[in-house]
């Protein structure tokens, strides 16, 4: 009662062994890392913003203050690109390769829950997903002139999985239907919307196949019925039956001027 010590701890004598750290006394059993409670009495600590801990904890207070991987074999703070393996990083060189034993690097290869170095794992053929560049070993997408995880193979705008649905592809990149129509699509000249579906290529516009009709009566037209060009617009053939005859006679010599001017003009030579 008179001179033993008390624990920063618990607040109890100590009768034996004392820890003098972080300016306190201590029962052996008390000294506890603060972040894991770990016994640090025979591992020893190290101060951290006033804290004590173990220098795994430590270790990995500092790697996240700096954002950075922390090794999960060493427990030290990684400069370098780490190694994943089994969703943990790693120093590369703690690993070989388990068919050549060379000293693996960042680029090093996990199948089947080993480890292979990249030219060990190229012979074995199993094909990289273009997206995370780790193996594929269930089921393979072939697309882009690359194999991808299922759930690798994304939209390239809204970045969701394909999941077996049909996707259209533009400079190399993969979209789906929705985002390959808003970016890439032809607008209606009737509706002023992004056609989705079936084109008709008509009068040098594009249509929906529902608005691709007589601007008269309505009717809806294909590129198998004949119709004429009005004020830029299709007119079937019985609307045009019913124009004046001075418009349709007009509309023919617009029409016959047109195809003159599509015509190449042909060149004479004169001969030497």
Request: net charge positive; glycine share 6%.
């Given at each position: 009662?008179l001179?033993?010590?008390?624990?920063?701890?618990?607040?109890?004598?100590?009768i034996?062994?004392?820890?003098?750290?972080?300016?306190?006394?201590?029962?052996?059993?008390?000294?506890?890392?603060?972040?894991?409670?770990?016994?640090?009495?025979?591992?020893?600590?190290?101060k951290?913003?006033?804290?004590?801990?173990?220098?795994?904890?430590?270790?990995?207070?500092?790697?996240?203050?700096l954002?950075?991987?922390?090794?999960?074999?060493?427990?030290?703070?990684?400069?370098?690109?780490?190694?994943?393996?089994?969703?943990?990083?790693?120093?590369?060189?703690?690993?070989?390769?388990t068919h050549?034993?060379?000293?693996?690097?960042?680029?090093?290869?996990?199948?089947?829950?080993?480890?292979?170095?990249?030219?060990?794992?190229?012979?074995?053929?199993?094909?990289?997903?273009?997206?995370?560049?780790?193996?594929?070993?269930?089921?393979?997408?072939?697309?882009?002139?690359?194999?991808?995880?299922?759930?690798?193979?994304?939209c390239?705008?809204c970045?969701?999985?394909?999941?077996?649905?049909?996707?259209?592809?533009?400079?190399g990149?993969?979209?789906?239907?929705?985002?390959?129509?808003?970016?890439?699509?032809?607008?209606?000249?009737?509706?002023s919307?992004?056609?989705?579906?079936?084109?008709?290529?008509?009068?040098?516009?594009?249509?929906?196949?529902?608005?691709?009709?007589?601007?008269?009566?309505?009717?809806?037209?294909?590129?198998?019925?004949?119709?004429?060009?009005?004020?830029?617009?299709?007119?079937?053939?019985?609307?045009?039956?019913?124009?004046?005859?001075?418009?349709?006679?007009?509309?023919?010599?617009?029409s016959?001027?047109?195809?003159?001017?599509?015509?190449?003009?042909?060149?004479?030579?004169?001969?030497?």
């Open positions: 009662m001179f033993a010590p008390c624990c920063g701890s618990c607040g109890e004598f100590i034996g062994r004392v820890i003098k750290a972080m300016n306190n006394n201590w029962h052996p059993g008390c000294f506890r890392c603060e972040l894991c409670d770990a016994e640090l009495a025979d591992l020893g600590f190290v951290n913003s006033g804290r004590h801990l173990c220098r795994p904890c430590h270790n990995r207070e500092k790697a996240k203050g954002g950075k991987s922390i090794c999960q074999r060493c427990h030290m703070v990684m400069d370098e690109q780490p190694l994943m393996f089994k969703s943990d990083a790693y120093h590369p060189d703690h690993f070989n390769c050549c034993g060379k000293e693996l690097t960042a680029e090093a290869r996990e199948l089947k829950g080993e480890l292979y170095c990249l030219p060990c794992h190229d012979k074995m053929g199993v094909p990289i997903c273009g997206a995370c560049r780790r193996p594929i070993e269930g089921r393979v997408v072939n697309a882009l002139g690359k194999q991808w995880h299922v759930e690798h193979f994304v390239a705008k970045e969701k999985p394909f999941l077996g649905h049909r996707h259209y592809e533009k400079k990149l993969a979209y789906c239907e929705t985002h390959y129509n808003q970016l890439f699509g032809d607008v209606c000249y009737n509706c919307h992004v056609i989705e579906g079936d084109v008709v290529s008509a009068l040098n516009k594009a249509w929906c196949v529902n608005c691709f009709s007589c601007s008269t009566c309505n009717s809806k037209l294909t590129l198998k019925n004949k119709f004429v060009e009005f004020d830029m617009k299709p007119v079937c053939k019985k609307c045009y039956e019913k124009f004046p005859l001075e418009l349709k006679k007009r509309l023919k010599k617009l016959e001027m047109a195809s003159r001017k599509a015509q190449p003009k042909s060149v004479g030579l004169n001969s030497a």
